[in-house]
């Protein structure tokens, strides 16, 4: 005789995916991304796109080259004479940052529009994420072999799910990040028990409708919850660093410096890494450093700052 248990918890999770893929469906016309950007996504993973065909793809899109165009005509990189072409941008910028420039406008834009226009908490998801991708690549850069495009565009991606969320349940959402904020408790806690799934199962199914790398995808899935990963797994590393990279954005955003609440609410930390203070507060510096290098061109496109 089946075990009525075992039957209530298939059934519970067939009603899990059944309503998560319908709110995906529903969702993905929102949240789509610009073709270039799905093309740079997984040409980051595979180290680089070849720049002429960086260069095709973001000549396609008027509304991401005229951005470009605007930053590298700025003040800021003072070029003598007026910058008219893509190739000549691509030059200035250099590869790298010409690169990055497209991808964070590009997933602003997918964060930032909502139905009712600018709002400010969906901007607020946007800085943490923004911070977490420069941190995942800061980490990358100093103690990984991973990919620090990759890595980057993990970061940008880890809380997409929260966007599909904010736009489905608006008021009722916000309710429920300022009930996590006020009671310390995990949001994918409070997200899992009001709406059966949380903003992490969300991004997954998200990032598989549109087809992007698996490492992306399992970074996004597991970015809370690195113990529920196959530690064996070579994806492992990658799940780790961008579980380490929110939390350390977090604690960026705190201002004040102050860990202790952060890891109070991250028991894989304590049980994980063995960073005394001073190594925290050196990457911290590393990365706000980056946060202020960064700003100079976010600023020129009108983005909420990060300070």
Not at 159 to 187: C, H, P, T
Not at 189 to 216: M, Q
Not at 241 to 269: C, G, T, W
Not at 279 to 295: A, G, P, R, V
Request: aromatic letters at 12%; hydrophobic letters at 40%; proline letters at 3%.
């Amino acid at each position: 005789m089946p075990d009525p248990g075992i039957e209530n918890h298939d059934s519970e999770l067939n009603l899990m995916i059944e309503n998560l893929n319908r709110l995906i469906k529903k969702n993905s016309e929102i949240t789509t991304f610009r073709p270039v950007v799905e093309e740079i996504i997984k040409g980051s993973y595979k180290k680089s796109i070849p720049v002429p065909e960086l260069i095709k793809l973001v000549s396609c899109d008027y509304v991401l080259s005229s951005q470009v165009m605007k930053i590298v005509n700025s003040a800021y990189f003072n070029h003598p004479g007026t910058v008219s072409t893509i190739d000549e941008a691509m030059v200035i910028l250099g590869y790298g940052l010409f690169q990055k420039i497209v991808l964070s406008f590009a997933l602003y834009s997918v964060y930032s529009k909502t139905e009712d226009g600018y709002s400010p908490e969906i901007v607020k998801i946007w800085n943490h994420a923004f911070i977490t991708g420069l941190t995942i690549r800061r980490l990358s850069e100093l103690h990984t072999n991973g990919n620090s495009g990759a890595m980057f565009s993990a970061g940008l991606l880890h809380d997409i799910g929260k966007i599909v969320l904010f736009r489905e349940f608006g008021a009722e959402y916000l309710l429920l990040m300022e009930k996590s904020n006020q009671e310390d408790v995990k949001l994918i806690k409070l997200e899992k028990e009001y709406f059966g799934y949380d903003h992490t199962e969300v991004g997954e199914a998200l990032l598989r409708d549109y087809n992007l790398p698996e490492e992306i995808i399992f970074m996004v899935r597991y970015h809370h919850t690195p113990e529920n990963y196959h530690q064996k797994d070579s994806r492992y590393s990658f799940i780790k660093a961008i579980y380490l990279s929110n939390i350390l954005a977090h604690i960026l955003e705190l201002k004040e410096r102050n860990f202790q609440p952060v890891f109070k609410m991250n028991d894989f930390f304590e049980k994980n890494y063995q960073f005394s203070n001073e190594e925290i507060h050196d990457i911290l510096n590393l990365i706000q450093y980056d946060m202020k290098e960064e700003q100079k061109y976010i600023n020129l496109l009108g983005w909420t700052e990060n300070e």
